[in-house]
């Protein structure tokens, strides 16, 4: 029942938060992001208008089965020779006869296969000259034609059968939009990171920067002073250089890292320049949750493939395209049907109305009623054989495919839990290399400050130093990224509650633990 709801819902509940580009004054976080993607990313749109297009889809399959009438309203002239006995013999004699017709009929197939056609007809015929008793007369009658399949086209699983696929379809392609919205909402949320991780870069590239010259101003006033050579100026102007270019560098990665982020979100271009710098740090480590991942891999694989809106529509659609192979089948088979007709008719000669209904009720005789029985039997049968072939490898795709989807979302969860915790252990031991630099620049510059190092020493350990600051951003970036891939897939990243689907903040930045694993 929640599928009538869900276009509706996942379009206008969004955590409770509306339409707009109201970022926080202080920058621009994680949530407004992901909410921006909601409502303007072009590709999340585009999937909804093919919603709206396979809900078209199921109208139009119903006219199969819609009422139908048709009216029809006729003249005839016809002149003719008639003989006629004379006292001098057999004489011809033109004759004018008019005839007039109308009838309604109308028509319905059901979805059983019985079709139904009510007809009501009325002719009169004028014969001029009025010599003979038959010269005017009237006729009406009324019919019932019941035509029932009864091999070939009965049953509703059979005769409806694209309507009920396009019910189906229709069903997929919500969940393929919940689908491409998880998709653009974790694409937003990396693209975030990152966005993050260049300004957290470009500040550290600058920091070296700024290092570098306070060095150059540090030497040019030791030398001096006569207590360096001149030589060790070079070396700090080039590393003044590289620091400087390597700035440049992050500026231009910090630039497209921001454009990124703005398309990613569905930003119109002219407000790309406007976008706020990010407000949120990276997600911190919470080794007790990352030991429920590892101690819960099992079950949160199992549990995932059903979470999964795009196994969802897989499901449907294998669905849909058995329930299209069985019509096939059927459509196979001989056409034998039973054809029944009811009626009656009746006659009114003394009416000289142009339009007269009176012969439907006037001299009715009584009932008439007739039934054949009509058997077919294509001999080759190419098109229904052909038809079928097609349908059965359409299913048997269908099944490769959801089989693939189900082994991938398995292989995709295993390696985004290796992943996380791949990446813990790389940020502990650049944690230890850190601290391990820190000690080692301090060591490096005491040593020079005493003659017994070189500047060319000093340079060589900051630039590690600065590697590896760098280095834990990108872990962090990583680490943040690999929260949202595994929420992806794990079919976590939205959730369903009832009849809502809606994007909480705390699934953002948050592992799915075991107690936020909910069963579709």
């Given at each position: ?18 339409e ?8 621009l ?7 921006e ?7 999340i749109?585009?999937?909804?208008e ?6 078209a889809?199921?109208?139009?399959a ?6 139908n009438v048709?009216?029809?309203f ?47 007809k ?30 070939r086209?009965?049953g509703?699983?059979n ?8 019910k189906i ?7 393929d ?14 693209n975030y ?14 920091m ?20 360096r ?14 620091k ?6 992050g ?56 979470q999964r ?9 294998k ?25 009656y008719?009746?006659?009114d000669?003394?009416n000289?109305e ?28 190419n ?32 390696l ?5 915790k791949n990446?813990i ?10 601290n ?9 510059s ?9 500047i ?22 990583n680490?943040s ?7 992806f ?6 959730t ?13 930045m ?11």
């Amino acid at each position: 029942m929640f599928i009538l709801y869900f276009y509706f819902i996942l379009f206008f509940c969004f955590n409770g938060i509306s339409e707009g580009n109201d970022y926080s004054d202080q920058g621009l976080t994680l949530f407004d992001a992901v909410k921006e993607a909601f409502y303007n990313q072009p590709n999340i749109l585009i999937q909804k208008e093919l919603v709206e297009a396979n809900k078209a889809q199921i109208q139009s399959a119903k006219g199969q089965f819609d009422h139908n009438v048709s009216a029809s309203f006729g003249l005839n002239h016809d002149e003719s020779m008639v003989p006629t006995s004379t006292y001098n013999g057999l004489e011809y004699q033109k004759k004018d006869t008019e005839s007039t017709s109308y009838a309604l009929n109308f028509n319905k197939q059901y979805r059983s296969g019985i079709r139904m056609t009510p007809t009501l007809k009325v002719t009169r015929t004028d014969a001029f000259p009025r010599i003979y008793d038959s010269s005017t007369n009237s006729n009406g009658s009324v019919t019932l034609e019941i035509n029932v399949p009864l091999r070939r086209g009965w049953g509703e699983q059979n005769v409806a059968a694209n309507e009920t696929a396009s019910k189906i379809e229709y069903e997929a392609s919500l969940f393929d939009l919940n689908h491409k919205i998880s998709q653009y909402a974790m694409q937003t949320i990396q693209n975030y990171w990152e966005y993050v991780g260049a300004k957290k870069r470009l500040d550290q590239l600058k920091m070296s920067e700024q290092r570098a010259s306070r060095m150059v101003k540090e030497m040019s006033a030791l030398i001096q002073a006569d207590e360096r050579p001149k030589s060790d100026i070079e070396q700090v102007f080039a590393n003044l250089a590289n620091k400087t270019a390597s700035r440049l560098n992050g500026e231009n990665l910090f630039f497209q890292a921001k454009q990124n982020l703005a398309i990613s979100m569905g930003i119109p271009f002219d407000k790309i320049d406007g976008l706020p710098m990010p407000k949120d740090e990276f997600i911190q480590i919470n080794d007790k949750d990352v030991t429920k991942i590892t101690d819960q891999r099992n079950q949160i694989i199992s549990e995932s493939i059903n979470q999964r809106s795009d196994y969802i529509a897989s499901q449907k659609r294998k669905d849909e395209a058995n329930i299209v192979m069985k019509a096939a089948k059927n459509n196979e088979l001989s056409k034998l049907d039973f054809n029944l007709n009811l009626g009656y008719s009746g006659r009114d000669d003394y009416n000289n109305e142009f339009i007269n209904f009176s012969p439907l009720s006037k001299n009715v005789a009584g009932l008439n009623a007739s039934f054949y029985i009509r058997w077919e039997l294509p001999i080759e049968n190419n098109s229904a054989s052909g038809l079928l072939y097609q349908k059965l490898a359409q299913y048997r795709q269908a099944l490769i495919s959801t089989d693939n989807t189900a082994r991938t979302i398995s292989s995709n969860v295993d390696l985004a839990i290796f992943s996380l915790k791949n990446i813990i252990m790389q940020l502990y031991k650049i944690e230890e290399a850190i601290n391990s630099y820190k000690r080692a620049v301090e060591n490096e510059s005491k040593k020079f400050k005493i003659g017994t190092s070189t500047i060319l020493d000093l340079i060589s350990t900051e630039d590690r130093l600065s590697e590896v600051l760098l280095n834990e951003i990108s872990g962090r970036v990583n680490y943040s990224n690999a929260v949202a891939k595994l929420r992806f897939e794990t079919g976590t990243l939205l959730t369903l509650k009832g009849k809502e689907v809606i994007i909480e903040k705390d699934k953002l930045m948050t592992l799915p633990i075991k107690e936020s694993i909910q069963t579709r």
